[in-house]
């Protein structure tokens, strides 16, 4: 059984139906996640892009948050729409996902964090936004914040961005199994299937 | 129960994968469909676009590639990769295919002349190709392309691109069912269960 890693950008919708299903499907199917926040920002800037193209080009926007709310219905998920701002500024979450990856809550604290920024217009850049999270999973917000911004763990997460350039990533959520790359939250099902192969 | 409206491009290849699985499913949910071919070239060409985005794209291209593989595996469907040229210029087969509608044959072209391209490589833009293809089906290939290249035929093009526009189409293929929009081979079944709700 090989581990699917599932690479996610806290300003990305599609990654939050995924982080609200991945643990559940994972447990079913018994194969062990990886989760790996990083960074679209430096990806899309490479393609030219300094926002995100939901934004840039209107039709595909418009197609999106519309697809997103009937993909939340199928889903039973919470979703209120707009979110405080879109693309949202994902770099405090995403290193206080990577920071703690060590102790375990990770998983939690991704899906509380989705969660207030899709489903309760919550602003994730907001220092006491994430801290109440992090509270609410019984994590010390002081030291969660002092390994989130200490020097490594930021250079972690630049490297988290490298690797998953280097990997082949584009977008999010994105899942890796091996060297096999499946995109999107409609791939969720075909990795893990993958995994079990 | 309402009717779903295919929206393809013969250059796109998710599109391949629809058209050889939605007349089944269609038929198995009992649900009506309408077959529109158009061009996306004038719609990418509004987003600032002269290729397809899985060209100017690299990474987004390489993993769509792969991802075609998979996907049409998991379909049962051949592939022979890659096609004679990557974006096909899909006019000639779209008038065909928008000819055929009043004699009904739209659906059985559709599905061989992507065959002919993603599964063959053989060049649906050479009308030798678009010929054996009309006589494989019983259709005479010079009533066909007279019908095909008449100025009202024509037209009858370019308002279906003009109409994809106005119903916020950006990408191929799309499924539409009244005002709503679902966008992608992975949106089939959501659109089809929508037709019947």
Known sequence: ???????????????????????????AEGVPVRWRPFLLGPIFKE?????SPFNIYPAKGRYMWRDLERVCEDEGLPVRLPPVRFPQNGVKA?????????????PAFTSAAFQANYAEQRDI????????????LDVDPDRAF??????????????????????????APSFTVGDELFWGNDRLEAALAWAKA
Do not use: C
């Open 146 to 171: 002092a390994a989130a911004n200490a020097p490594a763990n930021k250079e972690a997460l630049f490297a988290q961005v490298a690797e998953a350039k280097t990997r082949g990533i584009f977008g």
């Open 94 to 106: 995403a290193r206080l996902a990577l920071a703690g990856e060590h102790e375990g809550w990770t």
């Open 1 to 27: 059984m090989r581990t699917i890693e599932f690479w996610y950008e806290f300003a990305s919708t599609y990654s939050y139906v995924t982080a609200m299903r991945i643990g559940r499907l994972a447990v």
């Open 125 to 136: 850049f907001d220092d006491d936004t994430l801290s109440a999270i992090l509270t609410g």
């Open 47 to 51: 393609l030219g892009w300094n926002d």
